[in-house]
């Protein structure tokens, strides 16, 4: 995009592209909408666009809790009263420097400092590309031990969220080092991506190992050769798994699964699964997305069932929140009507 163009102009392109998206889902659906989310959130020209436009974080803050770590802070203490725990995760993917990674670790040292000071029921979650991944193997692991290092000391826990296909095997291997090489053990936690083939491998191999596991269904653009391209086909593999983790195997292992998703009809068959096998309600978690179905929430909690709210903050929202805009298509409908609301306005 041309740096010349006027902010106004600029603007306007971008509502007129998320406009297309809208057309693209009632003519082609829900498959090529993704696609198209996808490719904004990783387009450095949507993304100054968007956290240039007041609007647009308006918008966008319904999914996240604010701009500074007393922001989620605070909203985690709602979410505490409410009967649900959360998981708070400062925003930011993808650095190139050593010194932006150790922005980042310090950020969250903060956090987690917080997180003990005000009485929080909640743990941490973080991007491995935040926190050097990308740069080295070094770079990653001492930020991470010094992360897990004050995780013990102000007693909360950290789970190593899971990016695209090309880092699953570096992300994995960095949990395994850190849980039993550096013995932080159940201190740290992994994220499995119910869209990829690989992932019941690598389910089968995490319960033989009693690991502390998120199941999501995936939300970066994958090929067809490593993900289910079909939306029913990754719903399926995911009850699959979530019935594999919550297994009598599994759970002789010492298996904690967490089971994040906002769709009703898998989280009602887990439950139903649950009590046909006549599995205690605190062997296992619900997790859901800050802002998304609060109706939902509140009548799984209020059922007893555990919950965990995942609470993002920080100025690097725009990938996340375009994210989540690709995964359901009435987050979409939501974004352009508050847009044109905030314009009109």
């Given at each position: 995009?041309?740096?010349n163009k006027?902010?106004?102009?600029r603007?306007?392109i ?7 998206s ?9 498959r090529w ?19 240039d ?17 007393q922001?989620a ?11 649900m ?13 050593p010194?932006?990674a150790?922005?980042?670790?310090e950020a ?11 009485g ?5 979650s ?6 050097g991944?990308h ?5 990653i692991?001492?930020?991470?031990q010094?992360?897990l ?8 826990r ?7 296909s090309?880092v699953?095997?570096?992300t ?26 690989r ?7 995490l319960?033989q ?5 998120r199941l999501?269904?995936g939300?970066?653009?994958e ?15 995911f009850?699959k ?12 292992h010492?298996?904690?699964p967490c089971?994040a ?5 898998l ?39 555990r919950l965990r709210?995942?609470i ?31 314009d009109?306005?």
């Open positions: 995009m041309q740096q006027s902010p106004f102009a603007i306007f971008f509502i007129v592209t998320l406009a297309i809208a057309l693209v889902l009632l003519r082609y659906g829900e909408l993704r696609s198209l989310l996808l490719y904004l959130s990783t387009a450095t020209w949507a993304r100054q666009i968007a956290t436009f007041p609007p647009a974080w308006q918008v966008a803050s319904r999914f996240i809790a604010g701009k500074t770590s922001d802070i605070q909203a985690a203490q709602q979410i505490n009263q409410s009967g725990s959360a998981t708070l995760n400062y925003l930011g993917e993808s650095v190139d420097t010194e932006d150790a922005v980042a670790r969250i040292l903060h956090l987690m400092q917080h997180i003990q000071q005000y929080v029921n909640a743990t941490v973080v991007k491995p590309t935040q926190l991944l740069i080295g193997p070094h770079i692991r001492e930020n991470l010094q992360l290092t004050a995780a013990e000391k102000y007693d909360t950290i789970r190593i969220d899971m990016e695209d090309s699953t095997d570096t994995l291997d960095l949990y395994r080092n850190l849980r039993d090489e550096d013995g932080f053990g159940h201190r740290i936690g992994i994220v499995l991506q119910a869209y990829l083939y992932t019941e491998a690598d389910v089968a191999a319960i190992e009693g690991a502390w596991v999501c269904k939300a970066y653009k090929p067809n050769e490593l993900a289910f391209p079909e939306k029913a086909d990754t719903d399926a593999n009850l798994l979530a019935k594999q983790m919550l297994s009598e195997e599994a759970r002789a010492g298996m904690y089971f998703t906002h769709d009703e009809a989280i009602r068959a887990i439950i139903q699964f649950a009590r046909q096998t006549q599995i205690d309600k605190d062997a296992f978690e619900f997790q859901m997305l800050y802002g998304i179905r609060r109706d939902l929430q509140q009548e799984i909690s209020t059922e007893g069932y709210i995942y993002p903050y920080g100025t690097a929202w725009y990938p996340y929140f375009m994210r989540r805009l690709a995964e359901r298509p009435a987050n979409l409908w939501f974004f352009l009507n508050n847009l044109l609301r905030s009109a306005a």
